[in-house]
Structure formats: structure tokens, C-alpha cells
T-cell receptor
Framework: SQQGEEDPQALSIQEGENATMNCSYK?????LQWYRQNSGRGLVHLIL?????REKHSGRLRVTLDTSKKSSSLLITASRAADTASYFC????????????FGTGTRLKVLA | DSGVTQTPKHLITATGQRVTLRCSPR?????VYWYQQSLDQGLQFLIQ???????AKGNILERFSAQQFPDLHSELNLSSLELGDSALYFC????????????FGPGTRLTVL
């Protein structure tokens, strides 16, 4: 499996509900970032959490990081139809070679 | 609008040809990154430049090359194109490039016929 795998691959919820997406990675990291991508468009940065941080908030977003389990989660509270997009986690690592690895993404659909 | 610009938006070409994609980073950003996004491979990191120097290399094919110029804009050259090179190519930029936030451009959609 690849570094940075999101789970679930697809998620469909009703407006107003919370959406939780998970990301797992394999190597040690310096930070982990979450991005949103609307269909066929550029990625928009949502939040960055450093390896020494455990939780971070930004508006309706909450990100947690568990480096012992090599996993992160993104929670979107009170979802809106406009949150419909694909969400990717990305890890920055200097383990071995310095590189950025994006996960496979979670496709979120919020139904009005 | 992220402040990162990419040209062209769309490119249609034939197998065996060579194309150049261009990226202008946000004002003040020193690092430029290139990514390829295809349906079967997902989003793949290709290469990063920092202030004109290559900083990191990902899954970039030997047929592909990039450079960053003194004014910090970057070009990605794709040669001997194959059908499988059809994809969205994104450029991103960041202030320093050590571990900071990347800002993505709108992408160039390349179609190889």
C-alpha cells in the first residue's frame, strides 16, 4: 500500500452532519497537511499539523495526529453542500529522501 | 485564487512530441513544486526547486525535466510524449520549501493523442 492512504475512499453524508476522514502513512514525518480539491481544479490547503502537535483547529475543521500510530484524521463539523470535494492528506518527510507524498484521497459528497 | 499561475490551461498534442508547461509562483515564494495527477496514479510529486536549485526529486521520468529561472518562474519540459502522460500537471509554490504550506496553481491539462 502507498504512504498516505485515506479512508474511506468515498463518503456521502447529509448537510449538517459531521464528516471524518482518516489518513495513514508509513515513514516518519515532519508535518502532515490536508488539502481539498474540487473536481479537476487545483488543491486548496486546509491545515498543517507538525509532528510535535496532536490536534489543530481551523474553523469547522479539526485535525488530529497520532505519530505512534502513523495516522491522522480530519473532521469537518456541520458539513455544507459546498464541502463536497476530494480531500487529500500529504506528508512531508526527510526519511530517506526529502519528498512529499499525497494520499489517495477521500471523495466527500454532502447532500443538501 | 492562490496567486500561482500556470500556462497553458489545456494542451493537446501527439505522441512523440515535446511540450513545455510554465508556472509562476506567488510573489515572494522561493520554492516551486511540480505534480502529476492521473486517474490511475493519483497525485504524484515530481520535483521541487528552491531559489533556482533542484531540492528534491520524486517520481519524475527521465523524459521529463524542469528548471527554475532567476525570476523564480519554472518550466516543466515533457518530451517523447506517450499516451500515459495524459494528466493534470500542477505547480505549487511555498515561501521556503522546508516543510511549509504549498499553494497550488489551477493546473495544465495535457492530452496526448
Amino acid at each position: 500500500s502507498q504512504q498516505g492512504e485515506e479512508d474511506p475512499q468515498a463518503l456521502s453524508i447529509q448537510e449538517g452532519e459531521n464528516a471524518t476522514m482518516n489518513c495513514s502513512y508509513k515513514t516518519s514525518i515532519n508535518n502532515l497537511q490536508w488539502y481539498r480539491q474540487n473536481s479537476g481544479r487545483g488543491l486548496v490547503h486546509l491545515i498543517l499539523i507538525r509532528s510535535n502537535e496532536r490536534e489543530k483547529h481551523s474553523g469547522r475543521l479539526r485535525v488530529t495526529l497520532d505519530t505512534s500510530k502513523k495516522s491522522s484524521s480530519l473532521l469537518i463539523t456541520a458539513s455544507r453542500a459546498a464541502d463536497t470535494a476530494s480531500y487529500f492528506c500529504a506528508t512531508a518527510s526527510s526519511s530517506g529522501t526529502y519528498k512529499y507524498i499525497f494520499g489517495t484521497g477521500t471523495r466527500l459528497k454532502v447532500l443538501a | 485564487d492562490s496567486g500561482v499561475t500556470q500556462t497553458p490551461k489545456h494542451l493537446i498534442t501527439a505522441t512523440g512530441q515535446r511540450v513545455t508547461l510554465r508556472c509562476s509562483p506567488r510573489s515572494g515564494d522561493l520554492s516551486v513544486y511540480w505534480y502529476q495527477q492521473s486517474l490511475d496514479q493519483g497525485l504524484q510529486f515530481l520535483i521541487q526547486y528552491y531559489n533556482g536549485e533542484e531540492r528534491a526529486k520524486g517520481n519524475i521520468l527521465e523524459r521529463f525535466s524542469a528548471q527554475q529561472f532567476p525570476d523564480l518562474h519554472s518550466e516543466l519540459n515533457l518530451s517523447s510524449l506517450e499516451l500515459g502522460d495524459s494528466a493534470l500537471y500542477f505547480c505549487a509554490s511555498s515561501v521556503e520549501g522546508l516543510w511549509d504550506t504549498q499553494y497550488f496553481g489551477p493546473g495544465t491539462r495535457l492530452t496526448v493523442l
